[in-house]
């Protein structure tokens, strides 16, 4: 079995990721910006609404709320 594609959103601040990872036996998912992980996700739609929600301006140092990334991680513009 192949493992699921990460999902994937460029912005001019580098590259947002969602991966999707078993912990503890059940699938949760990683946010990634670059190669700085944000954290640990038990939903998708979790981690990619917590960007635009300011969850990580202040760890990035940088709006990336105003950076226009979707809430949902099927609008990304790497999904397809």
Sequence with gaps: MQAPKPWTHWTNKGTFKIVPVMLGGS???????????????????????????GEHDQTLGFEASKLGVPESAADWNGFK
Excluded: M
């Design 27 to 53: 699938p949760h998912c990683e946010l990634w910006l670059n190669e700085t992980r944000l954290g640990t996700y038990s939903y998708v739609f979790t981690a990619s609404a917590s960007i635009s929600n």
